[in-house]
Nanobody
Framework: QVQFVESGGGLVQPGGSLRLTCVVS??????????LEWYRQAPGKQRELVAR???????YYVASVKGRFTISRDNAKNTVNLQMNSLKFEDTAVYYC????????WGPGTQVTVSS
């Protein structure tokens, strides 16, 4: 089983930045062989994919965050990060990480609030 614990959220003004970190743990897995994803869920909305990093380091972003967010991974530390710049009101959500297609159980998430 693989577990995810997210951190780094907070309250930030529009235009600000935050860096989220997800620690991946468990037994019998190799993070280096996993595709990893960041999702978010805004109040009253479904959880949505934000960014993906493949096991080979190639990245994918949804259109709404492309050019503002950067996903990265550190296989030695079993972490996946999301650098978020130029934050907008509509980025307010709980952010989660998971494997490909949200295959594993969800972690607690980390709240990001963009407000003036």
């Amino acid at each position: 089983q693989v577990q995810f614990v997210e951190s780094g959220g907070g309250l930030v003004q529009p235009g600000g930045s935050l860096r989220l970190t997800c620690v991946v743990s468990g037994t019998g897995f190799s993070m280096s062989a996993m595709d990893l994803e960041w999702y978010r869920q805004a109040p009253g909305k479904q959880r949505e994919l934000v960014a993906r990093i493949f096991d080979n380091g190639i990245t994918y972003y949804v259109a709404s965050v492309k050019g503002r967010f950067t996903i990265s991974r550190d296989n030695a530390k079993n972490t996946v990060n999301l650098q978020m710049n130029s934050l907008k009101f509509e980025d307010t959500a709980v952010y989660y990480c998971n494997g490909r297609a949200g295959f594993y159980s969800w972690g607690p998430g980390t709240q990001v609030t963009v407000s003036s």
